[in-house]
């Protein structure tokens, strides 16, 4: 890395870790994405075990993305909880509104504020970046209805996308340079209805695509076709 591209990114790593710091207590949304396991590897060097990373696991979510999280949890050393999430109660996400981004991080903020009050956590840490609040972000809208319970610190220093790798490197993450995913809601057309059955589908030909050693892959279901992108 570039010196003055590491000095730069060591000054930000340093602003994040001191936000964290006067937090106390805190609770890591945690996907096992480079985002959310940056944030959650920084908040461990911050707080120790008053940091806990929360995944929400529903059928959106691959079982593979939800090892993955385990694993990556398990090397930054911060404890870990699995929390189930019937995400698919909704019926406008069940339907696959346009807005369910919105209605979904709803429902993210909701359950994560319940563990946290649980756990005795002062404040919600979530890894949207600088490079995501442009165009159309129904989700990051919900966030910030959230108000001061949520912390997004990517946002408040002005991190891109490119800079949490970079961090990530830094850090010695393995998760740097892994693709970005969405979940399996984006693979279907609005208004679709979404069931177990058809996310399984979906998650079942991905799984065996990434067999194949094609490591970035999206399998879209539409009028009885698939259609795979890789």
Do not use: W
Not at 31 to 57: E, I, P, Q, W
Request: glycine content about 6%.
């Amino acid at each position: 890395m570039d010196p003055s591209i590491e000095l730069k990114i060591l000054d930000k790593i340093n602003l994040i870790k001191e936000a964290i710091s006067k937090k106390e207590k805190v609770l890591v949304a945690f996907s096992g994405g480079v985002d959310s396991s940056t944030l959650a590897a920084l908040a461990f060097d911050a707080l120790g075990d008053n940091a806990l990373a929360v995944t929400l696991y529903s059928p959106v979510i691959p079982q593979s993305e939800l090892e993955y999280a385990k694993r990556t949890a398990e090397v930054i050393g911060i404890r870990h909880i699995v929390v189930d999430h019937d995400i698919l109660s909704d019926e406008r996400i069940r339907m696959n509104d346009p807005q369910r981004c919105y209605y979904c991080k709803k429902q993210f903020v909701k359950k994560l504020k319940g563990v946290a009050s649980e756990e005795g956590l002062n404040v919600i840490m979530e890894g949207t970046n600088a490079s995501e609040i442009t165009g159309r972000r129904p989700g990051l809208e919900a966030l910030r209805e959230a108000g001061s319970s949520i912390f997004t610190p990517y946002v408040e220093f002005d991190v891109s996308k490119g800079e949490v790798r970079q961090m990530a490197s830094y850090l010695g993450l393995d998760v740097a340079n892994r693709p970005s995913n969405s979940c399996l809601l984006s693979r279907l057309p609005y208004g679709t209805e979404v069931t177990s059955d058809i996310l399984g589908k979906i998650e079942t030909a991905e799984d065996l695509i990434h067999s194949l050693g094609i490591s970035s892959v999206r399998v879209r279901v539409h009028d009885d076709i698939a259609r795979i992108e890789v």
